[in-house]
């Protein structure tokens, strides 16, 4: 089982910057690969990255690559994302997730989900 909790969101001006973390309770977080989603108000929750458990494999979703980048510290369980020269269109619920496998943009394919953390970019 594997608890994880978003934090780092918040409100920010559009060009400006934003980094999120995720942190994973249990021991097991270097065995997961890990995803960002994001779902903005009454649309689909959306792949933005996704890194493997050792942190050699990313994927971004064409809408975010060359703003933001995702890593981890397997270390402190975390896996953060940096965002940067943030849109309005970038305003959504931020979620993190967990799943034993490949890196992939399936949302379905993942196990665990945080609770989410708003990010909200203001023009």
């Known amino acids: 089982q594997v608890q994880l909790v978003e934090s780092g969101g918040g409100l920010v001006q559009a060009g400006g910057s934003l980094r999120l973390s995720c942190t994973a309770s249990g021991r097991a977080f270097s065995t997961y690969a890990m995803g960002w989603f994001r779902q903005a108000p009454g649309k689909e929750r959306e792949f933005v990255a996704a890194i493997s458990w050792s942190g050699g494999s990313t994927n971004y979703a064409d809408s975010v690559k060359g703003r933001f980048t995702i890593s981890r510290d397997n270390a402190k369980n975390t896996v953060y994302l940096q965002m940067n020269s943030l849109k309005s269109e970038d305003t959504a619920v931020y979620y993190c997730?967990?799943?034993?496998?490949?890196?992939?943009?399936?949302?379905?394919?993942?196990?665990?989900w945080g609770q989410g953390t708003q990010v909200t970019v203001s023009s």
């Open positions: 997730a967990a799943r034993r496998g490949p890196v992939t943009g399936a949302k379905g394919r993942y196990d665990y």
